[in-house]
């Protein structure tokens, strides 16, 4: 029974992680994805939702670790951004940017300094 216990609060940690990666895999899949027919408002829209969506996995990766490995979900969040870039250059009409990485990171970053001020805030 305490080994079940175990598994099923070792997967509620980590499925909305993997699924989460697994979204932003797929979304990395499609050959030209835009979110708005303006290009000044399809960069932005798409530089934004590459911040939001690295915030979020940060956030859901420190909370895998039981949010006791902050800097560890930091890493890990940022080698998937590097990764899922070198994922684009093998997508027709998408290419890897570096400059998509640094965005991520910003997200990430974000998703830091967003968990380390709540929790300095609760305590």
Known sequence: MEKNKKL?????LWIPTIVWAGVIF???SIPKLEAIHDPLWNLITRKLGHIGVYFVLFLLLNR???N???IL???LALLYAI???YHQSFVP???GDHIDVIIDLVGILGGYYWF???RKDSG
């Open 68 to 70: 006791k490995k902050p």
């Open 8 to 12: 099923i609060k070792y997967l509620s």
């Open 93 to 95: 009409l998408r290419k």
């Open 73 to 75: 979900a930091v890493y």
């Open 116 to 118: 380390k001020k709540i």
């Open 64 to 66: 895998s670790f039981e």
């Open 26 to 28: 797929y979304l990395s």
């Open 83 to 85: 990764s899922d870039e």
